[in-house]
Nanobody, 124 residues
């Protein structure tokens, strides 16, 4: 499975952006899709995940109530709607796909496929 992330950009604090992650390949399937983010010099951080059927969602505490993850199964696309953005949300955002349930929703190592990253910059 290949993942293509897009939608990043420059936005003022309090603004919104919507990231997209399109999955493609011979057989597009999995257990869940997640968004991670990374600031230079820091470890990659889990942001949110959605189950493959789109019914279940998970968020890290710092984005709860501001970000919404969703999945359009017909388009094999996962979205991350980001509202009330803060300067500390500035990072490169990556989407990732896990084929299996695993042990930890937020563990990088459980995701086999990764998109190329899209930069989100929130100005103060």
């Amino acid at each position: 499975v290949q993942l293509q992330a897009s939608g990043g950009g420059l936005v003022p604090a309090g603004g919104s952006l919507r990231l997209s992650c399109v999955a493609s390949g011979r057989t597009v399937t999995g257990h869940r899709v997640a968004w991670f983010r990374q600031v230079p010099g820091m470890p990659r951080e889990f942001v949110a995940a959605v189950s493959w059927n789109g019914r279940f969602t998970y968020y890290t505490d710092s984005v709860k109530g501001r970000f919404t993850i969703s999945k359009d199964s017909a388009q094999n696309t996962v979205y991350l709607q980001m509202d009330s953005l803060k300067p500390e949300d500035t990072a490169v955002y990556y989407c990732a796909l896990a084929q299996y349930l695993g042990l930890a929703m937020n563990a990088e190592k459980e995701y086999e496929s990764w998109g190329q990253g899209t930069l989100v910059t929130v100005s103060s």
